[in-house]
């Protein structure tokens, strides 16, 4: 009997995909790609922080569920600790949601382009992906959405808001309007929620068919990958069935307790980064040749009027590094930086005021030419 080849033996679903793709951290580099917070530690914090992770017992599993986390984050959401799932990130979460159900072919819907991670693993596990596209500015085109959430009948919703890489959100209004026609979940997805300033948190009372989606990545924690999952204690037990066993390491856990009771200091950087953002915007707006579109993230979408892989080449020879997603439907030559201190967005503004004049300069020599 023929053996099969060694690709034979995977899903045709995965071969068909293209894994994620994280750019290699340079300590020379400023580095405003990955939408992380900007902000270190403070040694005092460092210094609470050592203290309890020295008291972590390494040769013993993490607490299963995470109670004393899930607890504190209950208090802080005022929400009840059976509603709350944690996970190694969001990612994990997602397909958690996906495989708890969603079966082989089941529809899955989202608007597009918006966080690559829904399809992905929806693709991964045989579901079929819906995604039906934003708006001219990505804004979200609610008449489409409830046409195919009807037509489709997805047994999961994604919304992200704020949307990545977009910076766009839902409405209130909007979201409810989709919560009334979807016949399954709707999962919103506040991972960078903080920075726009609002949350459906306190409508899972009486909607008992959303799932709220949360990170402690965005907001200054991204190397302890702490995600959450806030949904109605009914579904949240029948998610648990699932969840892999002490799938959050103990160091994360305990880490994760301290910095979360020193909430003043997440708080006090995410204001400074909406501050920097909207002097951010409003300086690549005075920039001739660039568009941005509106965020409430702690990024910022911009296209520009020179071919975007130049562009970003460009921004990487002088030492700064922003996310390519020319490479995404619809978001042709357009980049994604993130917020980062009041230094390092001094110092890309610069850098790209200087690849627009070099580009410019570029095309002149072209036009004389020929």
């Known amino acids: 009997m023929k053996r099969p080849r060694l690709l034979d033996l995977v899903k045709p679903e995965v071969l068909r995909l293209t894994a994620y ?9 400023i580095k405003l790609d990955a939408n992380e917070s900007p902000f270190p530690l403070s040694e005092e914090l460092r210094q609470a922080l050592r203290g309890v992770l020295d008291q972590v017992d390494v040769h013993r599993y993490p607490d299963a569920k995470g109670d004393r986390l899930r607890s504190v984050l209950a208090a802080q959401l005022q929400v009840a600790p059976g509603a709350l ?12 949601l996906l495989l708890a159900t969603s079966g082989p072919g089941t529809p899955v819907l989202a608007p597009v382009p918006t966080f690559s991670m829904y399809e992905l693993i929806a693709r991964a596990q045989g579901l079929h992906f819906e995604g039906v596209p934003l708006g001219f500015r990505f804004e979200p085109d609610l008449p489409a959405l409830i046409e195919t959430i009807e037509r489709t009948r997805p047994k999961v919703v994604f919304l992200a ?23 399954g979940l709707v999962v919103v997805d506040e991972a960078y929620g903080p920075y726009a300033g609002r949350t459906m948190l306190p409508h899972l009372v009486d909607q008992e068919r959303l799932v709220i989606l949360r990170s402690l990545s965005k907001i200054g924690l991204a190397g302890l990958r702490v995600g959450y999952l806030v949904a109605h204690p009914t579904l949240a037990a029948e998610l648990e069935k699932v969840r892999l066993p002490f799938n959050l390491n103990s160091f994360s856990q305990a880490a994760a307790v301290v910095l979360l009771n020193h909430h003043e200091w997440i708080d006090a950087n995410v204001r400074e980064v909406v501050r920097e953002r909207a002097q951010v915007i409003s300086r690549l707006d005075a920039l001739p040749g660039v568009e941005t579109f509106p965020s409430a993230a702690n990024f910022i979408l911009f296209r520009t009027t020179r071919p ?26 357009c980049l994604r930086v993130t917020v980062g201190t009041k230094a390092e967005n001094d110092r890309f503004l610069e850098a790209l005021t200087k690849a627009l004049r070099q580009g410019t300069g570029a095309e002149r020599e072209v036009r004389t030419a020929t």
């Open 21 to 29: 793709r994280a750019e290699e951290p340079r300590p020379d580099l």
């Open 85 to 96: 799932i944690l996970g190694n990130g969001s990612d994990e979460l997602i397909q958690l």
């Open 161 to 183: 808001t704020p949307n990545n890489p977009t910076g766009g959100v839902f409405s209130e209004a909007e979201i409810f309007k989709i919560l009334a026609v979807a016949p």
């Open 308 to 333: 975007g892989d130049d562009l970003f080449e460009t921004l990487l020879q002088q030492g700064v590094l922003v996310r390519n997603v020319g490479s995404v439907p619809g978001l042709q030559d």
